[in-house]
């Protein structure tokens, strides 16, 4: 087995690379400015040089706002960089593992979303992504596709980062009380995803290509998340905690943000591959705990 990992300079690329080193699986990580997904013959030239057995895709666009805000680029990276990997993932007879989002879904189901249910997209970077997966699905028959939700690490554009960089400077700290969803520590995902790719290295029979969704045990708002963070910051720096201020969606006067209730199912994972959820304030304690490695909470 040798994974080839796509976006390794991202915030779950890095957790892949730390996972795979743990394993003691062989592997190689590739940054944006060694292979551009948008660049079909450079993935080309990779795949060639590196002889992967498995590739994994995380590599994207994953600001949601700055998707919006620039959805050519968006959609050259999710989409037609998704599209790219396929392809010569297909003409190598190269499984891929692509991850995926719960903004494939509007948030207006009220239940927790399966693997069957109808994506609905609402945003540029939801749409992307779901253009992306059908064309994994189109192009390279072996394939599993993940869905996440809420991905967060100790460093990188993502909710935690931002809020805990908000904390280290004193400043108060606002959060929607009506976006509910489920943090998943970007360490756990990954681990997830080298689960699944040691189950499929073994040849089941049949195959277990298709669609998963895997999150954090645990949905809650985002004002709770960051109030869950301000409390673990404050318990690790020996500070007062934070004041976190519960606000309405419509509040941040931003439709990429609004209001929205989308948690995944999970069960489908757990039946075929036996993957319990971790709980995302582990997530969240682990992550303080990196920060302060690294003196980002100093």
């Given amino acids: ?11 779950l690329g890095q957790a892949m690379l730390r996972v795979c080193a743990d394993l003691q699986l062989p592997h190689c990580g590739v940054a944006h400015a060694q292979m551009d997904i948008t660049d079909l013959k450079q993935i080309a030239a990779v795949v060639e040089r590196e002889q992967p057995t498995y590739v994994v895709n995380m590599a994207a666009v994953s600001d949601v706002r700055a998707a919006q805000s620039d959805a050519a680029h968006c959609y050259a ?3 037609d960089g998704a599209a790219n990997l396929a392809r010569v993932c297909a003409e190598h007879s190269i499984p891929l593992l692509h991850l995926s989002t719960d903004y494939v879904f509007d948030g207006q189901l009220g239940l927790p979303y399966t693997e069957e249910h109808k994506p609905n997209p609402q945003n540029v970077y939801g749409n992307s992504k779901l253009e ?8 390279c028959p072996q394939h599993v596709i993940v869905r996440s939700s809420w991905v967060f690490a100790a460093t990188g ?18 959060a929607a009380n009506d976006q509910i969803g489920c943090p ?11 689960a699944i790719l040691q189950q499929v290295d073994c040849d089941t029979d049949p195959p277990l290509w298709g669609t998963y969704h895997y999150c954090d045990r645990g949905p809650t708002t985002r004002y709770d998340f960051a109030r869950t963070i301000a409390t673990t910051f404050a318990q690790r720096t020996e500070a007062p905690e934070p004041k976190v201020e519960p606000i309405d969606s419509s509040a941040l006067n931003d439709r990429v943000y609004s209001a929205r209730h989308a ?7 757990f039946f075929t591959f036996g993957i ?14 990196v920060a302060a490695q690294h003196g980002l909470t100093e």
């Fill in 263 to 269: 948690v995944l199912a999970t069960e489908k994972l």
């Fill in 184 to 194: 998943t520590y970007a360490v756990h995902l990954a681990q997830v995803c080298a």
């Fill in 77 to 79: 990276v999710n989409r």
């Fill in 1 to 11: 087995m040798k994974i080839l990992i796509a976006g390794a300079n991202g915030q």
């Fill in 276 to 289: 319990r959820q971790r709980g995302w304030r582990q997530g969240v304690k682990r992550a303080v705990e």
């Fill in 157 to 174: 554009n993502n909710f935690f980062a931002r809020t805990l960089a908000a904390l280290q400077r004193g400043d108060s700290v606002q």
């Fill in 132 to 139: 992306g997966e059908e064309a994994v699905r189109e192009l």
